[in-house]
């Protein structure tokens, strides 16, 4: 079964500070997503990449998919109180179910 | 919009006791999940349903069973609660396939 790993496990930083997330798969991604989950909600879709060396940015935030497909990273620019939560990969390995990542807690501080 | 709804929110059961979360999504989506969430250990897929009418077992599918009711609603029932069973579970929807999915604002479980 396909696992995703995500490094960081946690990550504090101070306001204005740049950061990256990783998220490393078992298997060939067929399709990879991020997620944002606020402290004690549920999650918010972030965005999706599917091929290759694919790259998509929302406002301070840019996913990179890597050209083999296994790795994906999330990248803040100047990071803001706003941006903390936990940030989860997940993947469906071609198959309508979707598994996620253990999660990457951000605290940014003033 | 009310989205995905999860009911309870918060549940503390005894060992052996039984219960049904119930999660119910307005947005005609086909597929509903259900996920449980441990500190460390991310979100664990348990069971889910592509369409009306199947249903099919997650990476952590034991001590669990699920009913898809309709195309609004996918409940997921503890026969026999146990402590291991101590989560926050969320249900989700999603149109099949899109990889986007829709969560609800999770049910604390607690299972003495």
């Known amino acids: 079964s396909q696992e995703l790993e995500q490094s960081p496990q946690s990550l504090i930083v101070q306001e204005g500070k740049n950061l990256t997330i990783n998220c490393t798969s078992s298997?060939?991604?067929?399709?990879l997503y991020w997620y944002k989950q606020k402290y004690g909600e549920g999650l918010i879709f972030l965005m999706m990449?599917?091929?290759?060396?694919e790259e998509k940015s929302h406002e301070k935030i840019t996913a990179k998919l890597d050209e083999k497909k296994q790795q994906s990273s999330l990248h803040i620019t100047a990071s803001q109180p706003s941006h903390a939560g936990i940030y989860l990969c997940g993947a469906d390995g071609r198959t309508d179910k979707l598994i996620f990542g253990t999660g990457t807690r951000l605290q940014v501080f003033p | 919009n009310a989205g995905v709804t999860q009911t309870p929110k918060f549940q503390v059961l005894k060992t052996g006791q039984s219960m049904t979360l119930q999660c119910a999504q307005d947005m005609n989506h086909n597929s509903m999940y259900w996920y449980r969430q441990d500190p460390g250990m991310g979100l664990r897929l348990i069971y889910y349903s592509a369409s009306e009418g199947t249903t099919d077992k997650g990476e952590v599918p034991n001590g669990y069973n699920v009913s898809r009711l309709n195309k609004r609603e996918f409940s997921l029932r503890l026969e026999s609660a146990a402590p291991s069973q101590t989560s926050v579970y969320f249900c989700?929807?999603?149109?099949w396939g899109s990889g986007e999915l829709f969560f609800g604002e999770g049910s604390r479980l607690t299972v003495l």
């Open positions: 990449l599917q091929k290759g060396g």
């Open positions: 989700a929807s999603s149109v």
């Open positions: 298997k060939t991604l067929y399709g």
